[in-house]
């Protein structure tokens, strides 16, 4: 996925600039089009600064956990060929 040249807190920024002044003049002064607003605003219209990085932060615990799981029921498996064997 590309990157883009805004992090999610600047992104929020600009939209609650938005909220406050014209959407074209908004994005006039930042370099983007009236419709990236829009779309920010429907991904990140009802969030603060503080919430995108809390949101980021328990999507990577979220991923970390994920792989913890998968890890785990993995052994769970290897162990269970083992004790079928055994028998």
């Given at each position: 996925m590309r990157k883009g040249r805004f992090t999610e807190e600047q992104m929020v920024a600009i939209i609650r600039e938005a909220d406050r002044e014209p959407v074209s003049t908004v994005a006039r002064q930042?370099?983007?089009s009236e419709q990236t607003?829009?779309?920010w605003?429907?991904?990140f219209g009802g969030f603060e600064p503080n919430d995108v990085r809390r949101l980021?932060?328990?999507e990577a615990e979220n991923t970390?956990?994920?792989k913890l799981v998968a890890e785990r029921d993995l052994e769970i498996e290897v162990m269970k060929e083992v004790a079928a064997k055994n028998w």
């Amino acid at each position: 996925m590309r990157k883009g040249r805004f992090t999610e807190e600047q992104m929020v920024a600009i939209i609650r600039e938005a909220d406050r002044e014209p959407v074209s003049t908004v994005a006039r002064q930042h370099g983007i089009s009236e419709q990236t607003i829009y779309t920010w605003r429907k991904r990140f219209g009802g969030f603060e600064p503080n919430d995108v990085r809390r949101l980021r932060h328990l999507e990577a615990e979220n991923t970390r956990l994920k792989k913890l799981v998968a890890e785990r029921d993995l052994e769970i498996e290897v162990m269970k060929e083992v004790a079928a064997k055994n028998w």
